[in-house]
């Protein structure tokens, strides 16, 4: 029998939470998705996305800490309109594995590839090392263009 994989979505906005959890489901049919507006690790996932931003304060890396030290192994990716440098560097030093602004619909697309190649890898035990690792690093160099324009405005 196939592992269900098993995803949380963390977001203070309850329309995005509803819109992704309608996103992923339809993009991931077989997928388990939960959702909470309470910015706290809750349980055990494959997958987590966060929010970065919870009534203006930057609860992201706290988050990402916390998951990557109960679930070493878990995909975890911060999907924020509340990008900018610092928050940037600040998630990917807390254990994020990428970040996706969910104001941009083609990082949407990203995030599903990421999350394709987590689970056909986590299918096979190795939890997506190689093929996350080109996902992100093509993230994080598109992110870097980014980071690279808003320097220069």
């Given amino acids: 029998m196939a592992q269900t994989i098993r995803t949380l979505v963390i977001d203070d906005d309850e329309l995005a939470l509803q819109m992704l959890k309608a996103r992923l489901s339809t993009s991931f049919p077989e997928m388990e998705v939960d959702v909470t507006t309470d910015p706290a690790v ?16 930057a609860l992201g890396p706290s988050l990402g800490r916390e998951m ?27 254990g994020c594995d990428g970040a996706c602004d969910k104001s941009d619909p083609a990082d949407f697309e990203r995030l599903c590839e990421i999350m394709n190649d987590y689970m056909s890898h986590a299918k096979t035990q190795t939890k997506g090392v190689g093929g996350v690792l080109r996902s992100m690093a093509e993230l994080l160099r598109l992110w870097n263009g980014r980071l690279d324009t808003l320097e220069r405005r």
Avoid: M
């Avoid at 809750?42 to 304060?57: A, E, K, R």
């Fill in 42 to 57: 809750q349980g055990t996932h494959d997958i987590f996305l966060i929010d970065n931003d919870f009534d203006g304060v």
């Fill in 68 to 94: 990557r030290r109960t679930n070493p192994d878990a995909l975890i990716v911060a999907f924020s309109s509340t990008l900018d440098a610092d928050s940037l560097k600040g998630l990917l030093n807390a």
